[in-house]
């Protein structure tokens, strides 16, 4: 026990060394997803650049691939989107994403949306992101997407490329 409250302080003694997002900061990360649950496979390639404008402000944008084989689709994305960051302590913060996914391919889609997170500043060069769920509108399909399984969470980490 004395261990692991020893490890959790040092991390957060660490964590204080370390500054929000700043404005001028530039990412690169996204997502990299293989999977294959009882014959219905997946694969999901989506860098992301994001561009801090401001202190808690970010732009980002990913442009990636998804196929699947149940059902047999495979599509390009295009997903432009709008993070606010709210700080909670040292380097830890939680977020809304708000996006819009233009997907090209055997799926169309028009579906802006918005998903919650929580993110961890782990060095001035590495932020390590935890999304989970969202709801999103199609308006191809005309159908909400709550999000909620466990499909939609995940981790993701972005490595500071320039700025401050």
Known sequence: MKKIALLAFCLSMFGLANAQISKGEHFLGGTVNISDNDGSGSLTLLPEYWYAIGVQDILGLAIGYISRSVPDVSYTIFRPSYTKTFPIEDNFFWFLNGYLDLSFGDQERVAPGVSPGLGYRVHKSTVVVLRGG??????????????????????????RIAGK
């Open 134 to 159: 969202g709801i999103s509108y199609d308006f191809k399909e005309k159908y909400f997407d709550m999000g909620v399984n466990t499909a939609n969470m995940g981790m993701s980490v972005y490595f």
